[in-house]
């Protein structure tokens, strides 16, 4: 059975930094292209950053520099690096691949 399960969400200030984690189970995260998506408030979900079976990684502008995708593959997770927080990252984030989705982490960054 695919499950993705998502953790690392919490409370931010400005400039500040957190690192999400997707833990995957029932495939292997290094054969599947994967990526992280979010949803702000009063806004429609949105892409964030993908990243491919080969290692090529493809990011919106918004957090371009500042946020970098990864896989551990002896963990089996994808991860994401967002530095230098903004308020306007606030938002629920989620982890999907393999036609599945998480259940989302929280994200809440202050000013």
């Known amino acids: 059975q695919v499950q993705l399960v998502e953790s690392g969400g919490g409370l931010a200030q400005t400039g500040g930094s957190l690192t999400l984690s997707c833990a995957a189970s029932?495939?292997?995260?290094?054969?599947?292209?994967m990526g992280w998506y979010r949803q702000r408030p009063g806004r429609g979900r949105e892409m964030v950053a993908v990243?491919?079976?080969?290692?090529?990684?493809t990011y919106i502008n918004a957090v371009k520099g500042r946020f970098t995708i990864s896989r551990d593959n002896a963990k089996n997770t994808l991860n994401l690096q967002m530095d230098n927080l903004r308020p306007d990252d606030t938002g629920v984030y989620y982890c999907?691949?393999?036609?599945?989705w998480g259940q989302g982490t929280r994200v809440t960054v202050s000013s």
């Open positions: 990243l491919g079976t080969e290692g090529s990684a």
């Open positions: 999907s691949g393999r036609d599945t």
């Open positions: 029932g495939f292997d995260v290094r054969f599947a292209a």
